[in-house]
Protein backbone atom coordinates (compact mmCIF):
# COMPACT_ATOMS: atom_id res chain seq x y z
CA UNK A 1 0.00 0.00 0.00
CA UNK A 2 1.43 3.79 -0.78
CA UNK A 3 1.75 5.29 1.96
CA UNK A 4 3.10 8.91 2.77
CA UNK A 5 3.60 9.93 6.63
CA UNK A 6 3.95 13.11 8.14
CA UNK A 7 5.20 14.41 11.56
CA UNK A 8 4.31 15.58 13.41
CA UNK A 9 0.80 16.56 12.65
CA UNK A 10 0.76 19.84 14.44
CA UNK A 11 3.41 22.07 15.59
CA UNK A 12 3.21 25.15 17.41
CA UNK A 13 6.38 27.25 17.30
CA UNK A 14 7.34 29.85 18.87
CA UNK A 15 9.28 33.01 17.08
CA UNK A 16 12.56 32.73 16.14
CA UNK A 17 13.34 29.42 16.89
CA UNK A 18 14.51 26.41 14.15
CA UNK A 19 11.87 23.60 13.70
CA UNK A 20 11.72 19.92 11.34
CA UNK A 21 9.06 18.40 9.43
CA UNK A 22 9.50 14.84 8.37
CA UNK A 23 7.88 12.93 4.96
CA UNK A 24 7.97 9.50 5.01
CA UNK A 25 7.49 7.75 1.71
CA UNK A 26 6.71 3.79 1.06
CA UNK A 27 6.65 4.43 -2.86
CA UNK A 28 10.22 4.33 -4.70
CA UNK A 29 8.98 7.74 -6.26
CA UNK A 30 11.91 10.41 -6.97
CA UNK A 31 9.96 13.19 -6.37
CA UNK A 32 8.22 15.05 -3.82
CA UNK A 33 6.73 17.83 -3.66
CA UNK A 34 5.89 20.39 -0.70
CA UNK A 35 2.72 22.22 -0.70
CA UNK A 36 1.33 25.04 1.58
CA UNK A 37 -2.41 25.87 2.39
CA UNK A 38 -3.61 28.64 4.51
CA UNK A 39 -6.94 28.25 6.48
CA UNK A 40 -9.80 28.00 3.90
CA UNK A 41 -7.83 28.53 0.70
CA UNK A 42 -6.35 25.63 -1.73
CA UNK A 43 -2.99 24.51 -2.25
CA UNK A 44 -0.02 26.27 -2.91
CA UNK A 45 3.25 24.76 -4.58
CA UNK A 46 6.56 25.58 -2.39
CA UNK A 47 9.05 23.13 -3.57
CA UNK A 48 9.56 20.23 -6.33
CA UNK A 49 12.64 17.80 -4.98
CA UNK A 50 13.32 16.00 -8.24
CA UNK A 51 16.39 13.66 -7.60
CA UNK A 52 18.11 12.12 -4.72
CA UNK A 53 19.71 14.70 -2.35
CA UNK A 54 18.14 17.77 -3.81
CA UNK A 55 17.84 20.68 -1.36
CA UNK A 56 15.42 23.91 -2.22
CA UNK A 57 15.51 26.69 -0.05
CA UNK A 58 13.04 29.74 -0.11
CA UNK A 59 12.80 32.12 2.95
CA UNK A 60 12.98 30.56 6.10
CA UNK A 61 12.25 27.45 4.35
CA UNK A 62 14.37 24.48 3.25
CA UNK A 63 13.65 21.37 1.64
CA UNK A 64 15.83 18.14 1.27
CA UNK A 65 14.96 14.75 -0.27
CA UNK A 66 17.16 11.30 0.71
CA UNK A 67 15.10 8.56 -1.91
CA UNK A 68 17.07 6.11 -0.54
CA UNK A 69 15.82 6.69 2.76
CA UNK A 70 12.38 7.92 1.58
CA UNK A 71 12.47 11.03 3.40
CA UNK A 72 11.84 14.73 2.87
CA UNK A 73 12.49 17.37 5.37
CA UNK A 74 11.13 20.77 6.01
CA UNK A 75 13.48 22.81 8.02
CA UNK A 76 12.23 26.17 9.06
CA UNK A 77 14.78 28.66 10.61
CA UNK A 78 13.43 31.06 13.01
CA UNK A 79 10.00 30.88 12.72
CA UNK A 80 7.38 33.89 12.18
CA UNK A 81 3.86 34.11 12.45
CA UNK A 82 3.33 34.24 8.92
CA UNK A 83 4.04 30.78 8.30
CA UNK A 84 1.19 29.70 10.44
CA UNK A 85 -0.55 27.11 7.74
CA UNK A 86 -0.58 23.53 6.84
CA UNK A 87 2.23 22.31 5.07
CA UNK A 88 1.87 18.88 2.94
CA UNK A 89 4.70 16.71 1.26
CA UNK A 90 3.38 14.35 -1.84
CA UNK A 91 4.94 12.05 -4.19
CA UNK A 92 4.37 9.81 -7.42
CA UNK A 93 2.63 9.86 -10.31
CA UNK A 94 -0.91 10.27 -8.96
CA UNK A 95 0.41 13.08 -6.57
CA UNK A 96 -0.53 10.80 -3.32
CA UNK A 97 -0.92 13.59 -0.41
CA UNK A 98 0.19 12.80 3.26
CA UNK A 99 -2.36 14.21 6.16
CA UNK A 100 -0.74 17.58 6.52
CA UNK A 101 1.34 19.00 9.47
CA UNK A 102 -0.42 22.21 10.62
CA UNK A 103 1.68 24.90 11.82
CA UNK A 104 1.12 27.43 14.50
CA UNK A 105 3.47 30.01 15.92
CA UNK A 106 3.01 32.00 18.87
CA UNK A 107 5.10 34.98 19.92
CA UNK B 1 -4.07 33.37 -17.93
CA UNK B 2 -6.08 33.15 -14.60
CA UNK B 3 -5.19 29.53 -13.48
CA UNK B 4 -7.53 27.16 -12.52
CA UNK B 5 -11.24 27.91 -11.91
CA UNK B 6 -13.61 25.65 -10.50
CA UNK B 7 -17.93 25.63 -10.73
CA UNK B 8 -19.78 26.48 -8.71
CA UNK B 9 -17.47 27.31 -5.77
CA UNK B 10 -20.52 26.00 -3.17
CA UNK B 11 -23.21 23.58 -4.14
CA UNK B 12 -25.77 22.80 -1.43
CA UNK B 13 -27.71 19.83 -2.07
CA UNK B 14 -30.52 17.62 -0.38
CA UNK B 15 -29.33 13.71 -0.26
CA UNK B 16 -29.94 11.47 -3.46
CA UNK B 17 -29.89 14.41 -5.96
CA UNK B 18 -27.05 14.59 -8.35
CA UNK B 19 -24.42 17.51 -8.88
CA UNK B 20 -21.65 18.27 -11.05
CA UNK B 21 -18.72 20.57 -10.85
CA UNK B 22 -16.77 22.14 -13.48
CA UNK B 23 -12.58 22.66 -13.60
CA UNK B 24 -10.81 24.66 -16.48
CA UNK B 25 -7.24 23.80 -15.80
CA UNK B 26 -4.81 26.10 -17.21
CA UNK B 27 -4.52 26.01 -21.02
CA UNK B 28 -1.62 24.62 -21.22
CA UNK B 29 -1.61 21.74 -19.15
CA UNK B 30 -2.57 18.54 -20.18
CA UNK B 31 -2.77 16.45 -17.31
CA UNK B 32 -5.86 17.22 -14.71
CA UNK B 33 -6.57 16.06 -11.15
CA UNK B 34 -9.28 15.46 -9.03
CA UNK B 35 -9.26 15.30 -5.26
CA UNK B 36 -11.76 15.78 -2.30
CA UNK B 37 -10.78 16.79 1.20
CA UNK B 38 -12.27 16.56 4.42
CA UNK B 39 -11.71 19.26 7.21
CA UNK B 40 -8.07 18.29 8.82
CA UNK B 41 -6.73 16.09 6.09
CA UNK B 42 -4.40 16.05 3.25
CA UNK B 43 -6.43 15.69 -0.44
CA UNK B 44 -7.42 12.35 -1.21
CA UNK B 45 -6.62 11.49 -5.15
CA UNK B 46 -9.84 10.94 -7.45
CA UNK B 47 -9.20 10.97 -10.76
CA UNK B 48 -6.57 12.15 -13.13
CA UNK B 49 -6.68 12.73 -17.09
CA UNK B 50 -3.16 13.09 -19.45
CA UNK B 51 -5.11 14.93 -22.46
CA UNK B 52 -9.09 13.47 -22.70
CA UNK B 53 -7.49 9.83 -21.51
CA UNK B 54 -8.54 9.10 -18.24
CA UNK B 55 -5.55 7.27 -17.09
CA UNK B 56 -5.92 6.38 -13.13
CA UNK B 57 -9.15 6.42 -11.18
CA UNK B 58 -8.87 5.81 -7.36
CA UNK B 59 -9.98 1.99 -6.59
CA UNK B 60 -11.79 3.74 -3.05
CA UNK B 61 -14.21 5.48 -5.37
CA UNK B 62 -17.67 4.92 -5.27
CA UNK B 63 -19.11 3.90 -9.16
CA UNK B 64 -21.65 6.89 -8.28
CA UNK B 65 -18.48 9.27 -9.17
CA UNK B 66 -17.70 9.91 -12.44
CA UNK B 67 -14.99 12.36 -14.41
CA UNK B 68 -14.98 13.58 -18.26
CA UNK B 69 -12.76 16.18 -19.82
CA UNK B 70 -13.85 15.24 -23.28
CA UNK B 71 -11.50 17.51 -25.78
CA UNK B 72 -8.70 17.74 -23.67
CA UNK B 73 -9.70 20.78 -22.12
CA UNK B 74 -12.38 21.44 -18.87
CA UNK B 75 -13.48 18.78 -17.13
CA UNK B 76 -16.65 17.85 -15.00
CA UNK B 77 -16.85 15.48 -12.46
CA UNK B 78 -20.47 13.91 -11.41
CA UNK B 79 -21.42 12.58 -8.17
CA UNK B 80 -24.97 10.06 -8.49
CA UNK B 81 -27.44 9.94 -5.57
CA UNK B 82 -25.19 11.84 -3.37
CA UNK B 83 -25.19 11.15 0.29
CA UNK B 84 -24.16 12.68 3.27
CA UNK B 85 -20.70 11.17 3.33
CA UNK B 86 -20.02 13.22 0.18
CA UNK B 87 -19.43 16.25 1.56
CA UNK B 88 -16.31 17.87 1.15
CA UNK B 89 -13.83 19.91 -0.95
CA UNK B 90 -13.68 19.26 -4.59
CA UNK B 91 -10.07 20.47 -6.10
CA UNK B 92 -8.93 20.36 -9.08
CA UNK B 93 -5.44 20.72 -10.62
CA UNK B 94 -3.24 20.87 -13.57
CA UNK B 95 0.26 20.14 -14.62
CA UNK B 96 2.21 19.87 -17.80
CA UNK B 97 3.32 16.57 -18.30
CA UNK B 98 6.77 18.09 -19.35
CA UNK B 99 7.10 19.93 -16.34
CA UNK B 100 8.35 18.90 -12.57
CA UNK B 101 5.31 18.00 -11.98
CA UNK B 102 4.36 20.18 -9.47
CA UNK B 103 0.65 21.08 -9.82
CA UNK B 104 -1.35 24.08 -9.54
CA UNK B 105 -4.87 23.96 -7.62
CA UNK B 106 -7.81 25.79 -8.22
CA UNK B 107 -9.74 27.27 -5.32
CA UNK B 108 -12.33 24.18 -5.29
CA UNK B 109 -15.68 23.57 -4.95
CA UNK B 110 -17.57 23.24 -1.48
CA UNK B 111 -20.57 20.49 -1.59
CA UNK B 112 -22.92 19.98 1.44
CA UNK B 113 -25.05 17.14 1.30
CA UNK B 114 -28.27 17.71 3.64
Known amino acids: ELKVEQNPLFLSMQEGKNYTIYCNYS?????LYWYRQDPGKSLESLFVLLSNGAVKQEGRLMASLDTKARLSTLHITAAVHDLSATYFCAVDMEVLFGKGTKLSVKP | DTGVSQDPRHKITKRGQNVTFRCDPISEHNRLYWYRQTLGQGPEFLTYFQNEAQLEKSRLLSDRFSAERPKGSFSTLEIQRTEQGDSAMYLC????????????FGEGSRLTVL
Open chain 2, 93 to 104: ASSHSGGAGELF
Open chain 1, 27 to 31: TTSDR
